[in-house]
């Protein structure tokens, strides 16, 4: 899956940053903050200081701009942002033809959590707002819990939800071990956005299987 000593765990590409994600990362981001709609390039890898030579490649190929970075004891990630999204995908192309490998190396999507639950109680909804950074649920609302591994994936996944209905972003950690993403609201337009962020991952997971298929053609 990668060539020896390392391993490429998620490479995404985010064709326009949905506002309430875009808005999210900024809150704590200490990078450059995204505009909402810029395309963006996610890329997960192990071990985890590799990170920086990625970046470099990709800041020194293009015009894009840095938007988070996230190292820990076994995985790095980056995000990298840009309103062109030729920019942003010659940035993974570069990344790739520096280090030999295809974006179809890259790991598998596992979801170990799809967890809808219907008709919150106002003390779970309390409990889920005290995990967000904006957006509150109000007991009555659907709630929407999905967690994967690489991690890094949920955020191609809680970009096509977003697209796809009018639900909250609540929360979501793309990095670590496994990430999480809990949205809520309107019980169909929350069965919508699970069925969009699982339909995403499903695409990537036979695009790998298959060997065809390019996100950044």
């Known amino acids: 899956m990668a060539k020896p000593g390392f391993e490429l765990r998620t490479l995404t590409f985010i064709d326009s940053l949905q506002p309430q994600l875009a808005q999210y990362i900024a809150k704590d981001n200490r990078v450059y903050d995204p505009k909402e709609y810029d395309a963006a390039l996610m890329i997960e890898i192990a071990p985890a200081m590799e990170i920086h030579t990625m970046i ?4 020194k190929a293009t015009a894009v701009r ?3 970075v ?4 076994h995985f790095g990630l980056m995000l ?5 999204q030729g920019e942003i995908k010659e940035a993974g192309r570069a990344i790739l033809r520096e280090t030999g490998l295809d974006e179809n190396d890259r790991a598998a999507v596992e979801i170990l959590t799809k967890k809808t639950i219907r008709g919150v109680e106002q003390d779970h909804a309390i409990m889920f707002t005290g995990l967000a950074k904006g957006n509150m649920v109000i007991a009555g609302e659907s709630v929407f819990i999905m967690e994967v ?3 890094a994936y949920l ?4 970009n096509e939800a977003l697209k ?3 639900v909250k972003l609540i929360d979501i950690k793309p990095f670590g071990a496994s990430g999480r993403l809990i949205l809520s609201g309107g019980e169909s337009e929350i069965d919508s956005a699970a069925q969009a962020a699982s339909a995403i991952l499903q695409q990537l997971n036979e695009m790998k299987a298959s060997k065809s298929g390019k996100q950044l053609d």
């Open 164 to 166: 796809a209905a009018q």
């Open 149 to 151: 591994t690489p991690a």
């Open 80 to 84: 990298a942002h840009h309103s062109d």
């Open 155 to 158: 955020m191609v996944a809680c």
């Open 70 to 73: 996230v190292t820990e004891r």
């Open 56 to 59: 470099d490649i990709a800041l």
């Open 66 to 68: 840095l938007t988070s």
